[in-house]
């Protein structure tokens, strides 16, 4: 039953990523808050994308390797794994990608890579406080005295 809460919480990690993830992507390209506005309806994209791209490149099969089979007892060290793996993805991503990109395109990399490790670390540390809490609930037992 362990992992399947381990699952749980992993999927909702990943969840919470791409759509905050895809609130950052949307805040690096949009120059003004006009443009936001005019944006909000096509808005459910960027976590799409943001998703697809990295299922594409292989970031989630890694992170499940290390958020379902293995997660240390240290608090810190599964959301500095998995900020690390993040930016290990994304710069091969940004990497392939530079040929075609911009100058505008290429000037959002650092901030991206940086604010995004920022957001799987804390996805990843609240996740993994609830999974320590969900897994250290003990069913009370309903003792009847006569």
Not at 33 to 51: K, M, Q, S, T
Not at 103 to 123: D, K, M, N, Q, T
């Amino acid at each position: 039953m362990p992992i399947l809460k381990r699952l749980a919480v992993w999927l909702l990690e990943r969840l919470a990523e791409a759509f905050l993830l895809g609130a950052l992507l949307g805040a690096l390209t949009v120059l003004s808050f006009a443009n936001l506005i005019r944006l909000l309806p096509g808005v459910w994209v960027l976590p799409l994308a943001v998703g697809t791209v990295l299922f594409l490149h292989g970031y989630y099969v890694t992170t499940a390797l290390f958020g379902i089979v293995w997660r240390s007892q240290r608090w810190w060290l599964y959301p500095a794994i998995t900020a690390t793996l993040f930016v290990i993805h994304t710069y091969i991503i940004f990497f392939r990608l530079k040929p075609d990109l911009s100058s505008s395109g290429r000037a959002i990399e650092l901030p991206f890579e940086a604010g995004g490790a920022s957001i799987v670390f804390a996805c990843t540390f609240v996740g993994g406080w609830f999974l320590g809490k969900w897994l250290h609930l003990a069913p009370r037992s309903i003792h009847i005295e006569e």
